[in-house]
Structures are given as structure tokens and as C-alpha cells.
């Protein structure tokens, strides 16, 4: 795809870059790194070096199962038991609170299902996307899931808490709501209309992979929403609800929302992917007190953390009905 540039000229947060790399052989300097960013933004750049195959595979794949047509996808429309898996048609949820819609499509790719296949653990999936399962989606899921692997365990440990305790959360095998994202923005002429809410991640922690700017997050050094620049050959991630909550608020789940592309790139089409690790349906998010002395000094000053007690399934299901009818809370 022939990309126009990303504008010199429009507000953008500065992320930190990490390369995965070096997290993955323990580096104690990058593991600095990624906890400077997750305790400060709750954003920041992944270096991937063997980024773009694979995502150029999954690209294409979505433009495929978003080009569906439209009859197709709505017998898609999620059905299972927390409203999440399957198609999310553009103007499903409002962007304010005078009932704006967003301009955002979405195919939802449950986690347990990719590992399973070809058993069903939520819901069956198009011809289009089950054939894909083996060879294109699982290695691609199965990429992302070590990847946050990796992530987690550098985070509990500074996190001071026992060895693997937050993996420990995200065991496969049991059900979750995990899952992979296709989405699409169509251009749009108006640039002050949001495409997709502002929210917070629900789960843990998420990958997304974008080529046109439009991602925006409310930048916790001021205040203001500031653009995220893609960077070819990064993904970026960020802090999701249950990583704030399990480390008594230490760990940032920042506000984002995605605006149409800013400049030039503004007449093209949006194609993101994203992929949310979250934890398993029946674990308490809960600030984990009792197991770090860290998270129990930092809880203390966040009173609000302290009284959730939810299981992650039930904070999942909260949070999107929450999201689809507009709670500036979200
Ligand atoms: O498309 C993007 O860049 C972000 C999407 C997002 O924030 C989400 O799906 O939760
Ligand atoms: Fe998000």
C-alpha cells in the first residue's frame, strides 16, 4: 500500500521505544524502559524486527473479512454470552453524550478460539476466516500471546510480585475474552468526527498494528489529545483496566480514541489490527495487596482501585455496554 505521510504539523505523543529483543533477554535497561513507559504514559513502541510478513498476511486477510458483504457480516454480530466476539457494525456505539455514533467496523477473533481450532470454544467464524485459522491466524496469535508473555513477566517482576503471577492470570486453556481485532474507518470528510470513542482497554494489555495515523491518546503530561505516529516495523502497545487494577493503579490504562487520519492521509481508508490480552473470565481484578509490598503502598492512594472487585468477565461485559451507549466514565 502506498502510504501518504504522516503530517509534521499536528499535535503527537512522543512515545519510548523498546526494543523486544532486548526484553526478551532480560535486559535490564530496556525492562527500565518499559517500565517508565507503563508507569507514565501506558503507551509506548514495540521493535519488532520480523514485523512485517506477518502483518502484511493479516492486512490482507482483514480487508477480506471486513469486504464481506454487509447481510454477511451482521449474522456475525456477537451472540456470545459477554457481547464480544464476532462482527461490531460502524455506528454500534456513541461517541458522546449526544448520541454521535462512531465510524468504526470491527471483526472480533476470540483467543480460544484460534488455539482450539477446529473445536468451537465461543462461536463459529466464516469459511473466509476458518480456513485462514491454521496457517495465517494462529501463528500470528500465537506470536502475539508470547509476545505479551514476555511482557507480563518483565512487569511482575517489577512489579515485586512472585514469580509469574500475572501470566499465572492468563493461562490458556481456560476461557477468556482475548481475542483479535480487524477494524476499519472509512475516509471521512469531516476530521473533527470521532471514529471510535474515547476509552480505555479493558483487558491487560494490547498490540495494535496501524499504518495510518488516527490513534489518539490523552496525554497524561497535559491533558490534551495527542496523535500516535505508526512507525513501520513497531507495534505499539498499551496498558489495558486489569494491569491498572492488579498493580494498585501503578501501571496506567490511559484514554485513547481514534480520530479519521490526520492530513493527506485523511482520503484513505483505516485498517488496524489489534490484539487484547485480558485475563481469564474468573480471575478477580483486584489490586494485588498481599503480594507485593510495592502494589500495597501504591493502592493506598488510590481508594477508588481498591474497591473493585470484579471478575475479569464481568468487568469485560461492564465496561462494553458502558461503551456502546457513551459513559464519559469508559
Ligand atoms: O485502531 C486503533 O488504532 C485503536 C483501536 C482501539 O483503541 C481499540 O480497538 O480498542
Ligand atoms: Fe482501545
Not at 83 to 112: L, R
Not at 168 to 186: A, I, W
Not at 219 to 238: L, R
Not at 240 to 269: N, T, W, Y
Request: one cysteine or more; aromatic letters at 8%.
Amino acid at each position: 500500500m502506498n502510504i501518504p505521510p504522516f503530517p509534521d504539523d499536528v499535535a503527537t505523543e512522543e512515545l519510548i521505544v523498546i526494543d523486544y529483543g532486548l526484553l526478551v533477554i532480560g535486559d535490564s535497561r530496556e525492562i527500565g524502559k518499559l517500565w517508565d513507559a507503563a508507569t507514565m504514559q501506558g503507551f509506548w513502541y514495540l521493535r519488532l524486527d520480523d514485523l512485517g510478513p506477518s502483518a502484511d498476511v493479516m492486512y490482507a486477510l482483514s480487508h477480506q473479512a471486513l469486504g464481506l458483504p454487509l447481510a454477511e457480516k451482521v449474522r456475525l454480530c456477537s451472540d456470545d454470552e459477554n457481547g464480544s466476539f464476532g462482527y461490531k457494525a460502524m455506528g454500534a456505539s456513541a461517541v458522546d453524550q449526544k448520541g454521535t455514533t462512531d465510524i468504526t467496523e470491527f471483526m472480533n477473533i476470540s483467543q480460544d478460539d484460534v488455539l482450539a481450532y477446529p473445536d468451537v470454544m465461543h462461536r463459529s467464524y466464516p469459511p473466509l476466516i476458518s480456513n485462514a485459522m491454521v496457517h495465517i491466524i494462529r501463528p500470528f496469535v500465537e506470536r502475539c500471546v508470547s509476545i505479551n508473555k514476555v511482557l507480563l513477566n518483565r512487569l511482575s517482576d517489577r512489579l515485586c510480585l512472585p514469580e509469574g503471577t500475572l501470566c499465572g492470570k492468563h493461562s490458556s486453556g481456560n476461557r477468556s475474552c482475548s481475542e483479535l481485532r480487524f477494524l476499519r474507518t472509512k475516509p471521512c470528510s469531516d476530521g473533527s468526527q470521532i471514529a471510535l470513542g474515547a476509552h480505555t482497554d479493558f483487558g491487560s494489555l494490547s498490540l495494535l498494528f496501524n499504518q495510518l495515523g488516527g490513534l489518539q491518546i490523552l496525554s497524561p503530561a497535559d491533558g490534551t489529545w495527542k496523535y500516535v505516529k505508526p512507525i513501520p516495523g513497531h507495534a505499539i502497545c498499551n496498558v489495558g483496566d486489569a494491569l491498572h487494577i492488579f498493580s494498585g493503579g501503578l501501571l496506567k490504562s490511559c484514554v485513547h480514541r481514534v480520530m479519521p487520519p490526520p492530513g493527506l492521509q485523511a482520503q484513505s481508508e483505516r485498517w488496524s489490527i489489534a490484539f487484547f490480552t485480558r485475563p481469564c473470565d474468573h480471575v478477580i481484578l483486584h489490586p494485588l495487596v498481599k503480594m507485593s509490598g510495592l502494589v500495597a503502598v501504591a493502592a493506598e492512594e488510590f481508594p477508588d482501585i481498591m474497591s473493585v472487585h470484579s471478575t475479569a468477565a464481568h468487568w469485560y461485559t461492564r465496561k462494553s455496554t458502558k461503551f456502546a451507549v457513551y459513559d464519559e466514565t469508559h
